[in-house]
């Protein structure tokens, strides 16, 4: 009799599987990338079967080296690559080392069964014990727990640096004004520092998000079994505490079929993408003829191959495209499992890819995001020349005659004709006679043109969170140091 079946469930059957199916079925060809989850999650089993009697001291010890070797068979592979072709770039042979992986271990199933075939090369038949007490489906819950952990934890990272390079850009043009815009029309002046700290406050929003997703999931399945609990009297927190999770999940049937981490994770960085689109659509907009806003760094575009003018906006475009692949994530994440009954289904193996595309393509984002931030060049003698025009001063203007005692409704309609008294006439407000305007209104005076300056209009809105001057410069500071104090895992 064999030491091992070929399979870890296969004692009750008679005929073997389909070759296709059997394939076609197989998950190692992309949970693979789980081997550091599910070594740490095995040596956690370990020590807890080991404390309820079931491993000696020293087969707990050869368990545990024997775990540590198989931790290491992707870096074995890719310095075996390296050696070969000369890549010496784990990430640019990360394909290849998957490849090598995947073909190295034709028989396993998936990645639990993988682990189980590589410790048993390590060490023999001691390799079936670690088994006992659970099953694959608290292994997986417990990999992919420990999986989005990691991936949220450099999301964070990668969150944190982008935002700091906002604000760094921001502090650079700490006096640079723009038009602001709504319903894509010219509005009021605002400050460049108040725009970007605008994505900056959205850019917390999910970074909140992101903590509170790695603080609801940070549980651990691992002594759940199948579905109705270990079947041995296992000391739950000695995996818990290993891992670094919180405490044991309280009810096993939910900790073998809930996804709801995954669904955190995944719909705070559908909102993260929607994020970084909103930006991304901006500055495709402002880099353009028409605005000539923003200069963008040709690092970081790429040109035509029939017109040997165009610098195009690659960076910023795909960063927009890849918002849609993050919410189509989500968007089938949600679809996989809305229908699901308790406990595990294997139709859970599918979000799997979903969460490793998700976790790729945010690594990929802030990749590039920062040193792209760093290298903006804003345009702000163009930038201060569109606010300065088109009446822009329009809302400064009513205040002040509100505040000389005109009730807003009316000093609103004032304002409104002269607007169109500036447009027959093809002048600006600060450019009107003021005995044009007296006919207007007797709240005019002679001081109202010192109420409409460019100055003048930006701290009109001296109010929390508004774009006075001095009111961005506070802004400006208590964010560096509100983001500054940050922490990944906090």
């Not at 998950?27 to 040596?43: C, G, M, T, Y």
């Not at 309280?250 to 995954?262: E, G, K, L, V």
């Not at 229908?339 to 393509?361: H, M, R, S």
Request: charged share 20%.
């Amino acid at each position: 009799m064999s030491s091992q079946p070929t399979k870890m469930w296969s004692g009750r059957f008679r005929e073997p599987l389909d070759r296709t199916f059997e394939q076609w079925q197989r998950s190692f060809p992309f949970d693979w990338r789980l081997i550091p989850q599910e070594v740490a999650a095995s040596k956690a089993h370990a020590q807890t079967i080991a404390a309820a009697g079931i491993l000696t001291p020293d087969e707990l010890e050869k368990m545990l080296t024997g775990l540590d070797a198989v931790a290491q068979r992707p870096l074995n592979w890719a310095h075996r690559i390296s050696a070969t072709s000369g890549q010496v770039d784990y990430e640019t042979s990360n394909s290849q080392v998957a490849s090598a992986i995947v073909a190295s271990a034709p028989q396993a199933e998936d990645i639990h069964h993988y682990v189980e075939l590589e410790l048993t090369r390590e060490v023999g038949t001691l390799a079936l014990k670690l088994h006992t007490g659970r099953s694959r489906n608290e292994q997986i819950a417990t990999d992919m727990r420990l999986f989005v952990r990691d991936a949220i934890d450099a999301t964070l990272s990668g969150l944190r640096e982008w935002m700091l390079a906002l604000i760094a850009l921001a502090e650079a043009n700490s006096d640079a004004v723009m038009p602001g815009y709504t319903h894509l029309q010219r509005a009021e002046p605002v400050l460049i520092p108040h725009w970007l700290l605008a994505y900056v406050s959205m850019l917390e929003r999910d970074f909140s998000r992101f903590v509170d997703a790695r603080n609801r999931m940070n549980f651990c399945p691992l002594g759940s079994g199948a579905i109705a609990g270990a079947t041995l009297a296992l000391d739950r927190s000695i995996a818990a505490k290993a891992l670094g999770f919180t405490a044991p999940t309280p009810n096993s049937m939910d900790a073998t079929s809930d996804r709801d981490f995954m669904l955190d994770f995944a719909q705070a960085a559908s909102t993260l993408g929607i994020h970084i689109s909103r930006f991304s659509e901006e500055l495709t907009l402002y880099a353009t003829a028409e605005f000539g806003f923003v200069d963008l760094p040709e690092a970081f575009s790429t040109g035509s191959s029939a017109m040997p003018q165009k610098k195009n906006p690659d960076l910023t475009e795909l960063t927009r495209g890849k918002s849609a692949r993050l919410l189509g994530s989500a968007t089938a994440l949600a679809t996989l499992v809305k229908g699901l009954p308790l406990a595990y289904n294997k139709d859970l193996q599918e979000g799997q890819e979903q969460i490793f595309d998700i976790a790729d393509t945010l690594a990929g984002l802030f990749s590039v995001l920062p040193n792209f931030t760093h290298k903006l060049t804003f345009r702000t003698a163009r930038m201060q020349q569109a606010a300065e025009s088109g009446y822009l001063n329009a809302m400064a203007a009513a205040t002040y005659l509100s505040n000389k005692g005109l009730p807003f409704r009316k000093a609103h309609e004032v304002i409104g004709n002269a607007v169109r008294l500036g447009l027959d006439k093809g002048l600006e407000l600060n450019a009107l006679p003021i005995a044009d305007l007296r006919e207007l209104s007797d709240y005019f005076a002679a001081d109202f043109f010192d109420a409409i300056t460019l100055k003048a209009t930006l701290d009109c809105h001296d109010v929390t969170g508004g774009t006075a001057t001095h009111r961005v410069a506070e802004a400006l500071t208590t964010a560096k140091t509100r983001v500054q104090s940050l922490q990944p895992s906090s």
